[in-house]
Every structure is written in C-alpha cells, then in structure tokens.
C-alpha cells in the first residue's frame, strides 16, 4: 500500500450507507436494556429474591418478573455484543474498500476500544454501575486480530465452548445485585459513586466481558456473511433462526424466571445452579432471535419506497445507541436513584417498568427529531472524533455530509471473503 493510501482521511460511515436492520434492532432493544437496568435502581425494604422489591399488587408484580426474566434479562446484551462484532467486520470491510491495510484497522479497534472503556468508567462514575460499554471497549483492545483474523471455524468452536463455563458459573450471578441496589440507596453522590466504579470493575469489565465474547464472535461470523447487511438473500436462515432462538430463550428462561418469582424454590442448589445455567445459555439464542427479528422486519421494509414513522424512528434510535443508552441513566438518577429523584425505595416493579418504557419512548423520540435535522448523536460524534482523530480524522461536527460519497464508497469496498 502506497503512502497515498495511509494518508487518506478515514471516518465512520454516513447514516445513509448504514444497514437498517443492525440500526432496528440496536433501537427496539434499548427497550429491553431499559427494562433491566431500570430494575437496579430500587433500594429499601422488601427485598425479593435478588434484590428485588414488591410494592405494587404481589401477583402484577410477580408476573412482569416472571416475564422480565424470561424475554429480558440476558437477552438484550448478548444481542448488542453480536451487533457489537457485526460492527467490528462492518469497518474493515469499509476501510478495506478504501486501500486501507488490515493492521491499520485493528488499531483503529483497538484505539476505539481504549475510548470506549473511558467512556464507560465515567459513566459508571457519574451513573450506573452496570455500564456495558467499557466491556464492549476492553473486547475490542484485547482481540481485534483475533475477530479480523480468526477462521470462521475457530469462531464458532471457541464461541460454543466458551458458552458452557459461563452457563455452569452464571446462576450464582444473583448474590451480586444487593451491591448494586446499595449504590442507588445511598444518599451521598460520592460515597455512590465509589460503589459504582467497584462494582462496574467487578461486574460489566470483568464479568460481562467474559459473558459477552460469544456473541461477539458470533457477531463476526455472520458480518463475514452479510445476514443483517443482505437480509432478503438469508431470509430462511433468519427464520429459523428467530423462531429457535426466541423459542429457546422462553423454554430456558422458565425456571429461573419462576425461582425469581418465588414461585419455585429448587431442591438443591446443584438444581438452581442447572436453573440459572440454563437461563443463561438461552440468553445466548434469544440474542440471536431477536436480531434475527430485525432482520426479517427490514426485508420488509425493503419493498416499500419509504419507512413507516414507527420503523424510522426506531432505526434513528439505533443510529445513536450509545447516546439513548447514557440518557436512560441519566433519567434514572434523577427519577429513581436516592442522591437523584429518590423514587426507587417507592415504586414497585410495575412502575419502575413504566418509567423504563417511558424513557425509551422519550429516546426514540428525541433521536428520531435528530434524524430529521440531521444531527448524530451527541456520544457517537465524540467517539468517532476520538477515534479516528490521529488519522486525518472526518470533518463533520454532528452533521450529516458526504453521504453519497460515503455510499459509493460503501458500494465499491464489497465485502471481505469469509476464511473458513
């Protein structure tokens, strides 16, 4: 590659490039990421189970948890760490297009990564202890060449084989969540904040890193593919793999959402840990439906000459994850958390979700008002900026610009052949 080539401005690809189904399905699932993080704000007495509290009707209360478990809880994040791989193949095959050397990209991952984990701590410092994006970060500094680098075959064995010591070890996961009510109950702002820096380094860098790499790497299998960038050539596959995935994760989710509920006590703690493994690994499958789901609905939208209003402005949503993903915490502190609103030792699980429902409606809303005048989300303008700054960074400033350039640009990079 010429020096030319290296000299060449790089940047992240313009909305209009983008794939819609990865941006539907990052949208329609920040719902789901809402639904389970808004639950870590309660605090006070009444404690059920993991540390969750009834306050409103026992059996309403019941049953959303009972839902909650089985279609929420580890469902969400193993479908964002997929997206988070797809993304990770989606940049090399742009740049690759652009004459830009497959070392070159693994340290643009990388120094997006190192960003991504600053990112994260200071949203653990600032809000919430079970900030995610500083394990997606760490993922990217520690195995971009492995997941630009690595056989399909290497993908998907080490994907299946790491899945089982974490599906053994997870259902002992619920002896942690009192530490993370303790920091939504306490008053003083400081005193929170250093329970949730400790908490964000024991739970999301250490254990949701180690969770999250399956699905990452499943992530890149199928970006190696096209499945979300070419949804209508895959739609058998995405069939299959929706109604298997969303039907294994209701199956295995069962027993441990009854245990939650208090509707099952196991016999032995050898069962619970059966309970909670297979809870776990069904997360895995459910992460896939569900991505699988978006997939299927963007064929659909393929045929039409223009998006629905509700499609549009989840596909907006998606556009900038990130910055709804920062905004939920920053409603929760200040409705829920006791050095912010202080709701969260009076509300029960029927309110907290209506107040999670209604800060993801108020997201989706907000970005797709951006969408329409052109902005980007405010955390994604600075990440990209941070990222590709040492490299003759893009110009824009939040702006949409160049995005028929960005899409011939798209169009000629192709795609990279998969190495099996």
Same mark, same amino acid.
């Given at each position: 590659m010429t020096k030319a080539m290296d000299a060449r401005p790089i940047g992240a690809v313009a909305v209009s490039a983008r794939s819609l189904a990865p941006d539907l399905a990052r949208g329609a699932m920040l719902l789901l990421i809402a639904l389970a993080n808004a639950c870590l704000y309660q605090y006070g007495k009444l404690a059920l189970g993991d540390g969750l509290w009834l306050r409103g009707n026992p059996i309403v209360d019941q049953v959303l948890l009972l839902v909650e478990t089985i279609f929420v809880r580890d469902r &969400?994040?193993? #479908?964002?760490? =997929?997206?988070? %791989?797809?993304?990770?193949?989606q940049m090399l095959h742009r740049h690759s297009g652009r004459g830009i050397d497959e070392i070159t990209v693994c340290r643009l991952v990388r120094r997006r990564g190192w960003w991504m984990v600053l990112i994260g701590f200071c949203h653990a410092l600032l809000l919430f202890c079970g900030d995610i994006i500083g394990a997606y970060g760490l993922i990217a500094v520690l195995l971009a060449e492995v997941l630009l680098r690595a056989r399909d075959r290497t993908l998907?064995?080490?994907? &299946?084989?790491?899945?089982?010591?974490? &599906?053994?070890?997870?259902?002992?996961?619920?002896?942690?969540?009192?530490?993370?009510?303790?920091?939504?109950?306490?008053?003083?702002p400081l005193y929170a904040a250093a329970i949730r820096v400790a908490q964000w380094v024991q739970g999301s860098i250490i254990g949701s890193m180690f969770m999250l790499v399956p699905a990452v790497l499943l992530g890149v299998w199928a970006a190696r593919r096209r499945i979300l960038d070419d949804p209508e050539r895959h739609q058998y596959f995405l069939r299959r793999a929706a109604v298997l995935g969303i039907g294994l994760a209701a199956i295995g989710g069962v027993p441990w959402g009854l245990v939650r509920a208090t509707w099952w006590t196991p016999s032995?703690?050898?069962?619970?840990?059966?309970? %909670?493994?297979? @809870?776990?690994?069904?997360?895995?499958?459910?992460?896939?439906?569900?991505?699988?789901?978006? %997939? =299927?609905?963007?064929?659909? #939208?393929?045929?039409?000459?223009?998006l629905g209003p509700v499609v549009s402005a989840l596909a907006a949503c998606g556009q900038r994850s990130m910055t709804c993903y920062l905004l939920q915490s920053v409603v929760f502190v200040a409705v829920l958390a006791a050095y912010g609103g202080g709701l969260g030792n009076r509300l029960g699980l029927a309110e907290i979700a209506l107040v999670a429902a209604l800060t993801w409606a108020m997201t989706v809303l907000l970005a797709e008002a951006m969408?329409?005048?052109?902005?980007?989300?405010?955390?994604?303008?600075?990440?990209?900026?941070?990222?590709?700054?040492?490299?003759?960074?893009? @110009?824009?400033? %939040? @702006?949409?610009?160049?995005a028929a350039l960005a899409s011939r640009s798209r169009s000629a990079a192709g795609w990279v052949r998969p190495r099996r």
């Open positions: &969400a994040y193993p #479908m964002y760490a =997929l997206l988070f %791989g797809y993304g990770i193949v998907l064995i080490t994907s &299946a084989l790491w899945v089982v010591p974490i &599906a053994l070890f997870r259902g002992f996961e619920h002896r942690l969540s009192p530490l993370h009510v303790t920091a939504a109950a306490t008053p003083d032995s703690e050898a069962v619970e840990l059966l309970a %909670g493994g297979a @809870h776990t690994f069904s997360g895995y499958a459910g992460g896939v439906g569900y991505a699988a789901i978006a %997939g =299927l609905v963007a064929v659909r #939208m393929q045929n039409r000459d223009r969408s329409r005048r052109g902005y980007r989300g405010p955390a994604e303008v600075l990440l990209r900026r941070l990222t590709y700054r040492p490299s003759g960074a893009s @110009h824009e400033a %939040g @702006h949409v610009r160049g």
